[in-house]
């Protein structure tokens, strides 16, 4: 017979199996329907895609309170540049290696498959005392926490929710950062290049990038900020005319990769390389910990191009605002030991249809700190003749010392390692904040296992925390079922 943690891990490489990138859902929604109704439980979903899984409390606990095991079904997909992976049709690849789970040059879905996988596996537990649970899996948390925003009204009963979308075992979290997402969008005037001209890709590339909210005080570089202090680097070493620019891949995901089109005179090109050489010398010793960070300047055909590329007065302009654009910490919280208030990530850039395009994401533990971080980034864009429009937001969720479920949590936890846990609030978005203004008079908590660099293919999971956090679940669960 199965243990209990060993069907935990069952379910993760089970779930693991089925693509669920944000926004491509269904299948993994569809897997859960099927699978409550082999065990006679009830599901529905909301418009939005939202699941509920009403599992009976067990025999003799059925006038205890529900409580809500929550987590959402997508997950961040991301790959190195040599993985083939496709994530709409190919299963992850776990792999365990010691103490750790991670994938094959993608990310592992941790976050928020053990969410998935640990409420499936008390759910199935039928040794285990509790109280009914309700199971609610949310949709497209990763692209702006969409599900949470549109829950449907009366789709959960339970006052009480255990959020299992944390990173850290050990650590209660009790309050989170909300966040914004401003686009900047400026129109640019491009002229032919001359035919004699060389054209050349810049790629920055090789850095550790990671979630840009728990990772965000790291000193990790920003792969959109590297490329634009080369590209001004290149322009004060020659003529050189700039036809694109990329970078980024998630506006929740510190930048790893970003590159550039540019076009430079023949006899200049000795003169190009040996300022890009510079330029990498420079960034790897002012960021000891990006070890394989790349800098490369290659020849490309001329062919492949239109022959076109900004006026230099363009050019100058989207370099500077890459520039100016904040990026990282603003302010540490004061009344939390190590903790962000206020941040920004300057995730994405792109030009569009001969239109410069970039993806900024602030975050605060408090509106004002948000609101000033927006206004920071629309200043700055305002200075470069650019429009701004905000895409997404959410509040923070402001944490509650005196909460019954806390102190319970405490208790347990204390009770099983002899240790008290950490409380603490997170600079990242939970769906906490957003369920908690919709729903009031939750109760909430986050936990979860010690998960590392999230949002990247070296996204890994660990072992025996993740054993810790199944067992501390169960002991919870059936605490609130004693009189």
């Not at 792969?223 to 891949?249: E, F, H, I, P």
């Not at 909460?403 to 949590?409: F, K």
């Not at 769906?431 to 890994?460: F, L, W």
């Not at 679940?473 to 009189?483: D, G, I, P, V, Y």
Request: glycine share 8%; with cysteine.
């Amino acid at each position: 017979m199965k243990t209990h943690f060993q069907r935990v891990l069952e379910r993760f490489e089970q779930i693991s199996r089925i693509p669920r990138c944000s926004k491509n859902e269904q299948a993994v929604a569809q897997w859960f329907e099927g699978w409550a109704e082999n065990h006679g439980w009830t599901s529905r979903r909301d418009p939005a895609g939202n699941l509920m899984i009403r599992v009976p409390a067990s025999p003799g606990s059925e006038r205890a309170p529900v409580v809500v095991v929550q987590g959402h079904l997508d997950m961040v997909c991301e790959k190195t540049p040599e993985s083939a992976h496709d994530f709409a049709r190919d299963p992850i690849r776990v792999i365990r290696n010691g103490d750790w789970i991670h994938a094959d040059r993608t990310t592992l879905g941790a976050d928020n498959g053990v969410a998935l996988a640990l409420g499936a596996a008390i759910a199935e537990d039928s040794e285990l005392r509790r109280p009914a649970i309700e199971l609610l899996f949310t949709v497209d948390e990763e692209t702006g926490l969409t599900g949470a925003k549109n829950l449907a009204p009366g789709l959960f009963e339970g006052r009480l929710l255990i959020n299992l979308d944390s990173e850290t075992e050990g650590v209660f979290t009790v309050g989170c950062a909300g966040g914004r997402d401003v686009q900047i969008r400026r129109e640019l005037q491009f002229a032919p290049v001359p035919e004699d001209r060389r054209w050349m890709q810049l790629t920055v590339g090789g850095l550790c990038g990671g979630h840009s909210g728990i990772d965000i005080h790291r000193p990790r570089a920003n792969a959109n900020k590297l490329l634009a202090r080369t590209l001004r680097a290149l322009m004060q070493a020659g003529d050189l005319q700039l036809a694109a620019v990329s970078g980024g891949s998630r506006r929740n995901a510190i930048p790893r990769d970003a590159r550039a089109v540019v076009a430079g005179r023949s006899d200049a090109a000795e003169s190009f390389r040996r300022r890009t050489a510079e330029c990498a010398e420079r960034f790897r010793g002012e960021f000891s910990s990006e070890p394989s960070l790349e800098l490369r300047l290659v020849d490309l055909p001329a062919s492949a191009f239109d022959l076109t590329a900004m006026t230099s007065a363009d050019a100058a302009l989207a370099i500077n605002l890459l520039l100016a654009l904040p990026h990282g910490v603003a302010q540490m919280a004061p009344d939390f030991n190590d903790l962000v208030l206020t941040s920004n990530n300057l995730a994405l850039v792109a030009t569009v249809d001969r239109r410069l395009e970039i993806a900024t994401s602030q975050r605060s533990l408090v509106d004002f700190g948000l609101d000033a971080m927006s206004d920071q980034v629309r200043a700055a864009a305002a200075l470069a003749g650019a429009h701004t429009q905000t895409e997404s937001e959410y509040p923070p969720w402001t944490p509650n010392p005196a909460s019954p479920l806390l102190d319970r949590c405490r208790a347990i936890y204390r009770d099983l390692y002899q240790r008290d846990p950490e409380v603490r609030a997170l600079h990242a978005g939970l769906e906490c904040a957003i369920i908690g203004r919709t729903c009031p008079g939750m109760d909430m908590i986050s936990i979860g296992p010690t998960t590392e660099n999230a949002h990247s293919p070296t996204e890994r999971l660990n072992v025996p925390s993740l054993h810790r956090i199944a067992e501390f679940l169960r002991a919870l669960l059936t605490s609130m079922t004693l009189k």
